[in-house]
T-cell receptor
Framework: LAKTTQPISMDSYEGQEVNITCSHN???????ITWYQQFPSQGPRFIIQ???TKVTNEVASLFIPADRKSSTLSLPRVSLSDTAVYYC??????????????FGGGTRLMVKP | NAGVTQTPKFQVLKTGQSMTLQCAQD?????MSWYRQDPGMGLRLIHY???????DQGEVPNGYNVSRSTTEDFPLRLLSAAPSQTSVYFC??????????FGPGTRLTVT
């Protein structure tokens, strides 16, 4: 199971672009890189997922280099409401009884006015 | 769809008591999981299931039991509550792999 490493915390200001990098040196061939967002007192919420290159949706972009040993979540023009914890994990697309998902400590993003 | 529902929202137990945390989903998802989250920490997987009748242990299974008799329900049983089990418990479901849908959580305090 892929172990991921992320910065513990980051600060930003409203309107800035925020990039959170996750290291996953032993990512498995079948694993997708998946990011979740968690607000206080709520369960995590899926943000974005990708395998290689770049994926973009209405919330974020995800950049994954060819070697797949790291990935970068990009949040364009953050607002105060983006203050949350962001988790990166490697997820097999097809899970069986041997696949566990592991959420690490995540990155605590604080957006300031 | 109601998504993933959890009951109760809050619970206080005395040491040694037992209880069941309920989790239900109406999305016909195969995979369901239970996590606990201690203050300021990430989520830790307790037990999970990849389909009705199939369950397996996660990272921190001791003190908890699960069963999966139907696709919709995945209850978590605390056998003999201990103060170390004070935490927020999240249930999640997904179809196959990545996008898990989480419930609102149950905040449990054991005194």
């Amino acid at each position: 199971l892929a172990k991921t490493t992320q910065p513990i915390s980051m600060d930003s200001y409203e309107g800035q672009e925020v990039n959170i990098t996750c290291s996953h040196n032993n990512i498995a061939t079948n694993d997708y890189i998946t990011w979740y967002q968690q607000f206080p007192s709520q369960g995590p919420r899926f943000i974005i997922q990708g395998y290689k290159t770049k994926v973009t949706n209405e919330v974020a972009s995800l950049f994954i280099p060819a070697d797949r040993k790291s990935s970068t979540l990009s949040l364009p023009r953050v607002s105060l409401s983006d203050t949350a914890v962001y988790y990166c994990l490697g997820v097999p697309l097809y899970r069986n009884a041997g696949n566990m998902l592991t959420f690490g400590g995540g990155t605590r993003l604080m957006v300031k006015p | 769809n109601a998504g993933v529902t959890q009951t109760p929202k809050f619970q206080v137990l005395k040491t040694g008591q037992s209880m069941t945390l309920q989790c239900a989903q109406d999305m016909n998802h195969e995979y369901m999981s239970w996590y606990r989250q201690d203050p300021g920490m990430g989520l830790r997987l307790i037990h999970y299931s990849v389909g009705a009748g199939i369950t397996d242990q996660g990272e921190v299974p001791n003190g908890y039991n699960v069963s999966r008799s139907t696709t919709e329900d995945f209850p978590l049983r605390l056998l003999s509550a201990a103060p170390s089990q004070t935490s927020v418990y999240f249930c999640a479901s997904s179809y196959q792999g990545a996008e898990q849908y989480f419930g609102p959580g149950t905040r449990l305090t054991v005194t």
